[in-house]
């Protein structure tokens, strides 16, 4: 009795110690709000000689119109900097039918189909026009928040009667299109990086597939579990995609962190006799990170042509990701199995966890 109390007592003084070193550091991790911080999306319609364009992009990239400081771009303050607009917009988002830039206007945009972060975006109308109908059409995508590797804008685009989407980051700038050219091949790869990126930049699903791993177990309990997480949130990625199954953001970001909470702390609690039923746990979080991954998907006004390609190689493109972390993360503990201290050691890992994990929960149900 006195020893199970004992492994109690470390037990809490270890999660409380983990708590207090790691508050600071997950205060300044991903919320509901901040995943889209780095975000911009672009509905480009091009017609006959011109290109319109309808961006929602960080308020922060063009704060010298934000007069009020209310972190969105009102009509009066667009019309007031109208000027100084176009001038930016212009040195950044470069769009061109072979040499002839087109020249740009900057318009008020009432309402966009997507506002990834309240009070930290805002929507314009660009129009680029020419003299002559459009041939080829060349956009040079620059406006990236600075020294953010994950920043990018998810574009979708409709041209010569059919709907395209891009995803334009610091290493894919630039997207050429003709009239009739399908660029399947430029969308499939397109969203295979979005899903590697998503999950390697994702602190929390990165840091519940650890908590998976930290339970040990073989391999054939380990391909049950990553099994078992691939199938459920492939499930509602795709349902989540259709605009089947949707639930609140904030509700999703909670339950993601919670998940984390409950499986590392399961680790510390049952041991090796959560082993059995972990495969049926991870396929129930599973669903919840699956919302998690749609949220990028449901931010595109993609067409039913082009939505098979997109969410297949957003998923691909997640599992690759999953795949990386898991092999770096079993290399890394196979490397520490034969030291006396590696149980220790996935304990700590574990109640670290549980303790951020509990952190983000309350930033995400309550402080955001």
């Excluded at 995609?241 to 993601?256: D, F, K, M, N, Q």
């Amino acid at each position: 009795m006195r020893r199970g109390g004992g492994m109690v007592l470390r037990t809490v003084k270890c999660v409380t110690a983990c708590g207090a070193l790691l508050l600071a550091w997950s205060l300044g991790t991903p919320t509901v709000e901040a995943h889209w911080a780095d975000q911009a999306v672009a509905e480009i319609k091009v017609e006959a000689a011109q290109a319109r364009i309808t961006l929602t992009f960080p308020t922060s990239l063009a704060i010298f119109a934000d007069d009020d400081h209310d972190g969105q771009l009102s009509a009066q303050e667009v019309r007031r900097h109208r000027a100084e607009l176009e001038t930016f917009l212009g040195q950044h988002i470069r769009v061109a039918d072979g040499d002839a830039r087109g020249a740009l206007a900057v318009e008020p945009a009432s309402t966009g189909d997507v506002t990834p972060g309240p009070g930290t975006h805002s929507t314009l109308l660009l129009v680029y026009r020419w003299s002559k109908p459009i041939k080829t059409l060349a956009i040079q995508y620059e406006l990236f928040v600075p020294g953010v590797s994950t920043a990018s804008c998810l574009a979708t685009i409709v041209y010569g009667g059919q709907v395209r989407t891009f995803v334009f980051t610091p290493e894919r700038r630039t997207l050429t299109l003709a009239s009739g050219t399908a660029s399947l091949w430029h969308q499939g790869i397109s969203f295979t990086a979005l899903g590697i990126r998503h999950i390697l930049t994702g602190h929390d699903h990165m840091l519940f597939l650890v908590s998976l791993l930290m339970l040990g177990g073989g391999l054939r309990s380990l391909l049950k579990t990553v099994t078992a997480f691939t199938v459920a949130h492939s499930v509602t990625l795709s349902l989540a995609a259709l605009g089947i199954a949707t639930l609140p953001p904030r509700l999703v970001e909670s339950g993601i962190a919670l998940s984390i909470a409950y499986v590392a702390a399961e680790n510390l609690w049952r041991g090796a006799h959560a082993i059995r039923t972990r495969w049926f746990v991870t396929f129930s979080f599973g669903l919840i990170h699956g919302l998690g991954f749609a949220t990028i998907l449901r931010q595109l006004a993609i067409s039913r042509a082009n939505l098979a390609l997109s969410l297949v190689s957003f998923n691909f493109g997640v599992e690759l990701g999953q795949i990386a972390v898991v092999t770096a993360a079993l290399l890394s503990l196979g490397a520490l199995a034969t030291l006396p201290w590696e149980s220790t050691m996935r304990r700590w890992v574990s109640a670290a966890a549980a303790a951020i994990g509990i952190v983000w929960f309350i930033q995400r149900a309550f402080l955001v």
